[in-house]
């Protein structure tokens, strides 16, 4: 059972460029998020999905995208890469049964620099 | 709206030192809550989580009661080691079923030396 895998690992933009970075799920989860984690700081929500096909902005939005064609996969965009994106970025998964248990597993992140 | 006050740090003990990093809420409703923790250079694991009022979460030795009187979740551990210097979050899941994502505090970070 491999959770939620991210690729890649590192990764270093120029200005302007795109990218997109990967995240899949093995697990069945409905629900999937990513966020970004600026140095000494918490976590913010860019964007969420509740199930395929059904995307939604969250905190802090602008400057990306994201689709979500499977249950397994949710992919973030990055159209025009700016510095104020350079980050740690992490994608995580729930399965929402109701219960309010459910447990939120995150990926190993994605390190980006944009220079 | 929902929000997840943390003890700020850093957080430096020495070993067998005890812990508490302390963690408030602001929630309407019956959030679920959680400690997440972060080992450098890894994603966030989820440490222990409690689901209703006077419920206590522990796992590793950590510790941590749901107050809903006080709208706290503080964080203890009674002997802590090297290996537990992480970064550590409280986090509220606004209520059970939500669709809504996980509201964060800050992080704590810890340092332990021997």
């Known amino acids: 059972n491999a959770g939620v895998t991210q690729t890649p690992k590192f990764r270093i933009l120029k200005i302007g460029q795109s990218m997109t970075l990967q995240c899949t799920q093995d697990m069945n989860h409905n629900y999937m998020y990513w966020y970004r984690q600026d140095p000494g700081m918490g976590l913010k929500l860019i964007y969420y999905s509740v199930g395929a096909g059904i995307t939604d902005k969250g905190e802090v939005p602008n400057g990306y995208n994201v689709s979500r064609s499977t249950t397994e996969d949710f992919p973030l965009r990055l159209e025009l890469a700016a510095p104020s994106q350079t980050s740690v970025y992490f994608c995580?998964?729930?399965?929402?049964?109701?219960?309010?248990?459910?447990?939120?597993?995150f990926g190993p992140g994605t390190r980006l620099t944009v220079l | 709206g929902d929000s997840v006050t943390q003890m700020e740090g850093p957080v430096t003990l020495s070993e067998e030192a005890f812990l508490t990093i302390n963690c408030t809420y602001t929630?309407?409703?019956?959030?679920?809550l959680f400690w997440y923790v972060q080992y450098p250079g890894e994603g966030l694991q989820l440490l222990l989580k409690a689901t209703k009022a006077d419920d206590k979460g522990s796992n590793k030795g950590f510790e941590a009661t749901y107050r809903k009187e006080t709208t706290s979740f503080h964080l203890e551990k009674g002997s802590v080691q090297v290996s537990d210097s992480a970064v550590y979050f409280c986090?509220?899941?606004?209520?059970?079923?939500?669709?809504?994502?996980?509201?964060f505090g800050s992080g704590t970070q810890l340092t332990v030396l021997p």
């Open positions: 929630a309407t409703g019956y959030p679920s």
């Open positions: 995580a998964s729930r399965k929402n049964s109701g219960g309010g248990t459910d447990t939120q597993y």
């Open positions: 986090a509220l899941l606004p209520s059970p079923g939500s669709a809504r994502q996980l509201t």
